[in-house]
C-alpha cells in the first residue's frame, strides 16, 4: 500500500531543548488509507527518522531534523513533520490471509455500531445486553469455523472417504486409513488423527492472536494523559485512558475462544464414538464416554460464563492479567481434547463408518442461534435508539445488528462454500447428496446455504442496477447547474457532465446504509428459508424440488450447482484481491477504506479479528504530541486526511487539557462524520463530536463534494456544514475551463490532494495564529473563543463555492 521510504538510512535524535520565544511550531501529518511516503508528505526526497521503526514513524526533511536548537530559522512558519503508518495495515502478500478472517473482524464492528444512549437514561443494562449479545455471536463464528474445519477433516476425508473403498483406493495417501489398512482403519483412530487438522487451526488462530497482541494491545498508553478519576459513563468513550489498552480484556477473550475451538474438536470425536459405545452395549467404554461429555458441557458452560462475565474497561488502563482465565482454560480443553483422542483411539473391532456424521443438527443449531441472537440484539439497538433518537445514524440504530447478520452470513457461506467444494473433490464426477453419489456429502444444510447464493447475488445486480440508474438521473440533474458556480465561464456539456458524475459517484456513499439493510435484511430470509428447507426435507436442494414444476426444480438444480463453485471461485478471488490491494496502493485505495474501517476498532469482540492499528497508532501520535510539547513550549497543529483524521482525532481526545491547549486539528478528507458518525454513533455522533468541539476551539475541516469518503465534521440538515469547524465544500475542480492562469484543464481531486489547495495554507496558519493569541493573551486553563479565526471562511450554502481569505470575485482557483 504505502510507497514509503522502508529503510531510512538516518534517524536523527531530537535534544532536549528548553522553550523558545517565540514558541516553535510544528506541523505533524498523517496520512490516509492510500498511504504516502515521507518525501511525498514532506515534498522532499532528503528524510530522517526522527522517532519510530520500520512499522510505524516519524520523519522530518534533513534540513528540519535539528528544528529545535535553531528556532530562529522557523519564525512564521511550522517546522513539517510525518508520521507514517501505512505499514501497520500492509507488507508482503501473505498478510492478505487475514481476510479469511473477515468474518471476525465484521462481527466485531457490530459491537461498535451501538447506538448512543440517552444522556438523561444511560441505560447501562441495555448497553451490557448489546455487548454480550455481540460477543456471543462471535463466540458462535468462531465454533462455526472450527465446525467446518471438522466437517472437511473428520466427516469428509477421515468419516466418509477414508471409510469406502472406492474413495480411499483411488487416493494413495489414505490407504493406510482405508478399512483393512491396518492400525489406524478402525473409525475412532481415524476420528482422532483427522482431529489434529482442527486443533492446529485452533492453535494457529491462538498464534496469531497472542503475536498481535504482544504489537498492538500491550502498547502502554503514556502516564497521565488523561485521569481515570475523572472519567465516568457519560464522558465520551474515546477521551477515557483505557480505551486504547485493551491488553486484559483481548487476553482473556483469546483464551476462551481458544478453548472454545479445542472444545468444538472434543465434542465432534467424542458424540460419535460415544453413540457406538451406547448402541454397542460396553458399560465402561459407554459410562467414560458420559464422562467426557459432562466434562465437555461444563467447558463449554465455563467458557460461555468467561465471554459474557464482563465486558471492556475504559475508565482506565487495566494492567492486570488473569492468569487462570489465560493459561488454565485453554490448558484444560487441551487436556479433554487429548483424552477423547485417548477414548477414540481405544480399540473397537467391528466398529464401521457409515452416513454422515452427526453434523446437521449441529451446524442447524449453530445457524438457528446467530439469527435469535441478531434479533435479540435488533430489539436491544431499537429500545437503545428510542431512548436518543438521531436521524443521522444509519437504519435508526439498527446498523450493529446489521452488521452482525452479514458476519454470520460470510460465515455461513464460507464454510458451505469450503465443504462443498472438498466434497465435490471427493465425489468426482458426481452431485454431493445425490442418489447414486459415492459419498453422502456434507450436512444437507451447507448444501442449502451454499444455494443461496446466486439468488444473492441476484438480488445484489437488481440493487446495483437501481442505484446505477439513479445515479445516471442525479448526474443529468445536477451537470445542469454545474457551470453556474464557477462565474464568467461558457459552459461545456462534457465538462459539467464529468464534475457531476465525480459528484454523484461520491454521493453513492451516502446509499451505504439503504444497501447495507437490503442485503442484511435479504440475507436473513433466505437463511430462514435454507434452515427450515434443510430440515423439513432432509434431502440437498435438487433433491429436495424433484417432482414439483419443472422451472423449480431446475433453478434448485442450478443453485446448488452454481453456490458450490461461485463460493470456491469467491474464495480464491477474494484472496488475490486481498493480496493485491496489500502490495498495490492503486488497488487499495478501492477497498482500503472498509478495511481500515474495520481494523480501526479494538477487538472487543472477537480476539481472533485482524489486529487493531490505532492501538499502536494512536499511542504513538499521544506520545509525540505530549513529549514534544512538554520538552519545547511550542505549538503543535495536527494534520490528518481521511483515515488519518480520525486517528489525530482520537489521539487529540485522549491528551490532557495542558497539551491540548497547546494544539490544533486540522482535518481534510475526514469521513468522522460521513463515515464513523453515522455507523459507530456511541464513538463518533453528535453528542461525543459537538462535546470534542467544545473541549477542542481549535479544529478545522476541510470537504469537497466530489470526495466519496470526507464531508463535514458537524453537518446539519441534509448533510451540509453548519458549523465554524467546517469549511467546505471546497471547489473541486479549482478552474471550469481554460484561462490565463490554467491554460490546461484542472483535474477533479475527489479525495486526494487537499494539501495543494490555498485553502489548507490558510487554515492552518489560522489556526497557529489562534494557538498564539491563546499563549500570548489567554487565561491558562481557559478556551480562546473569543471571535473567529483570523482566516477562517464561513459555512456555505448549498450550490456555492468556498473562496478563501481574501478571494477575488473571479472564477474559483483564480485569485492565487
Given at each position: 500500500m504505502e510507497r514509503a521510504d522502508p529503510a531510512p538510512r538516518a534517524e536523527a535524535p531530537v535534544p532536549e531543548h528548553p522553550p523558545t520565544d517565540p514558541p516553535l511550531a510544528l506541523e505533524l501529518l498523517v496520512h490516509g488509507v492510500a498511504g504516502a511516503s515521507p518525501a511525498e508528505l514532506l515534498g522532499d526526497p532528503r528524510t530522517v527518522r526522527i522517532s519510530g521503526d520500520s512499522t510505524a514513524a516519524v520523519f522530518r526533511r534533513a534540513e528540519d531534523a535539528d528544528a529545535e536548537a535553531h528556532p530562529e530559522r522557523y519564525a512564521g512558519r511550522a517546522v513539517p513533520e510525518a508520521y507514517?503508518?501505512?505499514?501497520?495495515?500492509?507488507?508482503?502478500?501473505?498478510?492478505?490471509?487475514?481476510?479469511?478472517?473477515?468474518?471476525?473482524?465484521?462481527?466485531?464492528?457490530?459491537?461498535?455500531?451501538?447506538?448512543?444512549?440517552?444522556?438523561?437514561?444511560?441505560?447501562?443494562?441495555?448497553?451490557?445486553?448489546?455487548?454480550?449479545?455481540?460477543?456471543?455471536?462471535?463466540?458462535?463464528?468462531?465454533?462455526?469455523?472450527?465446525?467446518?474445519?471438522?466437517?472437511?477433516?473428520?466427516?469428509?476425508?477421515?468419516?466418509?472417504?477414508?471409510?469406502?473403498?472406492?474413495?480411499?483406493?483411488?487416493?494413495?495417501?489414505?490407504?493406510?486409513?482405508?478399512?483393512?489398512?491396518?492400525?489406524?482403519?478402525?473409525?475412532?483412530?481415524?476420528?482422532?488423527?483427522?482431529a489434529l487438522v482442527p486443533a492446529a487451526l485452533t492453535g494457529l488462530l491462538w498464534y496469531l492472536a497472542n503475536r498481535t497482541w504482544s504489537a498492538y494491545e500491550s502498547q502502554p498508553p503514556p502516564a497521565g494523559t488523561a485521569d481515570p478519576d475523572a472519567a465516568s459513563?457519560?464522558?465520551?468513550?474515546?477521551?477515557?485512558?483505557?480505551?486504547?489498552?485493551?491488553?486484559?480484556?483481548?487476553?482473556?477473550?483469546?483464551?476462551?475462544?481458544?478453548?472454545?475451538?479445542?472444545?468444538?474438536?472434543?465434542?465432534?470425536?467424542?458424540?460419535?464414538?460415544?453413540?457406538?459405545?451406547?448402541?454397542?452395549?460396553?458399560?465402561?467404554?459407554?459410562?467414560?464416554?458420559?464422562?467426557?461429555?459432562?466434562?465437555?458441557?461444563?467447558?463449554?458452560?465455563?467458557?460461555?460464563?468467561?465471554?459474557?462475565?464482563r465486558g471492556r474497561t475504559e475508565d482506565r488502563p487495566d494492567h492486570r492479567l488473569q492468569r487462570a482465565a489465560l493459561t488454565r482454560l485453554p490448558v484444560v480443553a487441551l487436556a479433554l481434547l487429548a483424552a477423547v483422542l485417548l477414548y477414540a483411539c481405544w480399540s473397537r473391532p467391528g466398529w464401521t463408518s457409515e452416513g454422515r456424521l452427526p453434523g446437521d443438527f449441529a451446524f442447524g443449531v449453530l445457524m438457528l442461534g446467530q439469527g435469535l441472537c441478531v434479533l435479540a440484539l435488533a430489539g436491544v439497538a431499537r429500545s437503545l435508539h428510542r431512548r436518543a433518537p438521531?436521524?443521522?445514524?444509519?437504519?435508526?440504530?439498527?446498523?450493529?445488528?446489521?452488521?452482525?447478520?452479514?458476519?454470520?452470513?460470510?460465515?455461513?457461506?464460507?464454510?458451505?462454500?469450503?465443504?462443498?467444494?472438498?466434497?465435490?473433490?471427493?465425489?468426482?464426477?458426481?452431485?454431493?447428496?445425490?442418489?447414486?453419489?459415492?459419498?453422502?456429502?456434507?450436512?444437507?444444510?451447507?448444501?442449502?446455504?451454499?444455494?443461496?447464493?446466486?439468488?444473492?447475488?441476484?438480488?445484489?445486480?437488481?440493487?446495483?442496477?437501481?442505484?446505477?440508474?439513479?445515479?445516471?438521473?442525479?448526474?443529468?440533474?445536477?451537470?445542469?447547474?454545474?457551470?453556474?458556480?464557477?462565474?464568467?465561464?461558457?459552459?461545456?456539456?462534457?465538462?459539467?457532465?464529468?464534475?457531476?458524475?465525480?459528484?454523484?459517484?461520491?454521493?453513492?456513499?451516502?446509499?451505504?446504509?439503504?444497501?447495507?439493510?437490503?442485503?442484511?435484511?435479504?440475507?436473513?430470509?433466505?437463511?430462514?428459508?435454507?434452515?427450515?428447507?434443510?430440515?423439513?426435507?432432509?434431502?440437498?436442494?435438487?433433491?429436495?424440488?424433484?417432482?414439483?414444476?419443472?422451472?423449480?426444480?431446475?433453478?434448485?438444480?442450478?443453485?446448488?450447482?452454481?453456490?458450490?463453485?461461485?463460493?470456491?471461485?469467491?474464495?480464491?478471488?477474494?484472496?488475490?484481491?486481498?493480496?493485491?490491494a496489500y502490495r498495490d496502493p492503486a488497488?487499495?485505495?478501492?477497498?482500503?477504506?472498509?478495511?481500515?474501517?474495520?481494523?480501526?476498532?479494538?477487538?472487543?469482540?472477537?480476539?481472533?479479528?485482524?489486529?487493531?492499528?490505532?492501538?499502536?497508532?494512536?499511542?504513538?501520535?499521544?506520545?509525540?504530541?505530549?513529549?514534544?510539547?512538554?520538552?519545547?513550549?511550542?505549538?503543535?497543529?495536527?494534520?490528518?486526511?481521511?483515515q488519518g483524521s480520525v486517528l489525530a482525532a482520537a489521539a487529540v481526545w485522549q491528551l490532557p487539557p495542558p497539551v491540548r491547549r497547546r494544539v490544533a486539528l486540522l482535518t481534510y478528507g475526514s469521513p468522522l462524520a460521513r463515515l464513523y458518525g453515522r455507523w459507530f454513533?456511541?464513538?463518533?455522533?453528535?453528542?461525543?463530536?459537538?462535546?470534542?468541539?467544545?473541549?477542542?476551539?481549535?479544529?478545522?475541516?476541510?470537504?469537497?463534494?466530489?470526495?466519496?469518503?470526507?464531508?463535514?465534521?458537524?453537518?446539519?440538515?441534509?448533510?451540509?456544514?453548519l458549523s465554524e469547524v467546517d469549511r467546505g465544500p471546497l471547489p473541486d475542480p479549482v478552474a471550469y475551463g481554460r484561462s490565463a492562469r490554467n491554460p490546461l484543464p484542472a483535474p477533479i481531486l475527489g479525495h486526494a490532494d487537499y494539501q495543494a489547495d490555498p485553502a489548507f495554507a490558510a487554515e492552518r496558519d489560522a489556526l497557529l495564529a489562534l494557538l498564539d493569541r491563546a499563549a500570548g493573551g489567554g487565561v491558562p486553563g481557559q478556551r480562546p473563543s473569543d471571535g473567529p479565526l483570523p482566516a477562517a471562511s464561513p459555512p456555505l450554502v448549498p450550490g456555492t463555492v468556498s473562496r478563501g481569505p481574501g478571494a477575488s470575485a473571479g472564477p474559483p482557483g483564480t485569485a492565487g
Open positions: 507514517c503508518w501505512s505499514r501497520l495495515t500492509s507488507g508482503n502478500g501473505a498478510r492478505a490471509l487475514w481476510l479469511l478472517l473477515l468474518p471476525f473482524m465484521v462481527v466485531n464492528l457490530a459491537h461498535w455500531a451501538r447506538p448512543a444512549p440517552s444522556t438523561d437514561d444511560p441505560a447501562p443494562r441495555a448497553v451490557r445486553a448489546y455487548g454480550v449479545l455481540v460477543r456471543v455471536v462471535a463466540l458462535s463464528l468462531t465454533v462455526l469455523l472450527i465446525s467446518a474445519a471438522c466437517e472437511v477433516s473428520l466427516d469428509l476425508l477421515a468419516w466418509q472417504c477414508a471409510g469406502s473403498a472406492h474413495c480411499a483406493g483411488s487416493r494413495s495417501w489414505l490407504g493406510f486409513l482405508a478399512p483393512g489398512g491396518g492400525w489406524w482403519a478402525q473409525p475412532g483412530r481415524r476420528l482422532a488423527l483427522g459513563d457519560t464522558a465520551p468513550a474515546l477521551g477515557r485512558p483505557g480505551f486504547w489498552y485493551g491488553r486484559r480484556f483481548v487476553a482473556r477473550l483469546r483464551a476462551a475462544h481458544t478453548a472454545a475451538g479445542l472444545l468444538t474438536v472434543a465434542v465432534a470425536v467424542a458424540v460419535p464414538t460415544a453413540r457406538h459405545d451406547r448402541r454397542a452395549g460396553v458399560p465402561a467404554l459407554d459410562v467414560l464416554g458420559w464422562i467426557l461429555l459432562a466434562l465437555l458441557a461444563a467447558g463449554a458452560v465455563t467458557v460461555a460464563w468467561v465471554v459474557c462475565r438521531d436521524a443521522s445514524v444509519a437504519l435508526r440504530g439498527l446498523g450493529g445488528p446489521a452488521v452482525a447478520m452479514l458476519g454470520c452470513a460470510l460465515g455461513g457461506v464460507m464454510s458451505a462454500g469450503v465443504a462443498q467444494r472438498v466434497a465435490d473433490w471427493l465425489d468426482g464426477g458426481a452431485t454431493p447428496g445425490a442418489p447414486g453419489a459415492p459419498l453422502p456429502g456434507p450436512p444437507v444444510l451447507l448444501s442449502w446455504q451454499a444455494a443461496v447464493l446466486p439468488p444473492l447475488l441476484l438480488v445484489l445486480a437488481g440493487l446495483a442496477a437501481r442505484f446505477a440508474v439513479r445515479g445516471n438521473r442525479d448526474r443529468r440533474r445536477l451537470a445542469a447547474s454545474v457551470a453556474g458556480e464557477y462565474p464568467g465561464e461558457t459552459p461545456d456539456r462534457d465538462r459539467s457532465r464529468r464534475i457531476a458524475g465525480a459528484r454523484t459517484a461520491a454521493a453513492l456513499t451516502d446509499s451505504a446504509p439503504a444497501f447495507v439493510a437490503a442485503v442484511s435484511g435479504v440475507t436473513l430470509v433466505l437463511g430462514a428459508a435454507a434452515l427450515a428447507g434443510s430440515w423439513l426435507s432432509g434431502e440437498v436442494p435438487g433433491e429436495a424440488a424433484r417432482g414439483t414444476l419443472p422451472p423449480l426444480e431446475t433453478a434448485a438444480r442450478l443453485a446448488q450447482d452454481a453456490g458450490s463453485w461461485l463460493v470456491g471461485f469467491g474464495c480464491v478471488l477474494f484472496v488475490a484481491w486481498g493480496r493485491r488497488a487499495r485505495r478501492t477497498i482500503g477504506i472498509l478495511w481500515d474501517v474495520g481494523t480501526f476498532w479494538p477487538r472487543a469482540a472477537h480476539p481472533f479479528a485482524p489486529p487493531c492499528y490505532a492501538e499502536r497508532a494512536v499511542p504513538d501520535l499521544i506520545w509525540r504530541m505530549a513529549g514534544w510539547t512538554e520538552r519545547t513550549g511550542g505549538r503543535l497543529v495536527i494534520s490528518g486526511h481521511s454513533p456511541a464513538y463518533f455522533g453528535p453528542g461525543p463530536l459537538a462535546a470534542f468541539h467544545r473541549e477542542l476551539d481549535c479544529w478545522r475541516n476541510l470537504w469537497r463534494a466530489t470526495d466519496p469518503i470526507g464531508g463535514p465534521a458537524l453537518p446539519g440538515p441534509h448533510g451540509m456544514a
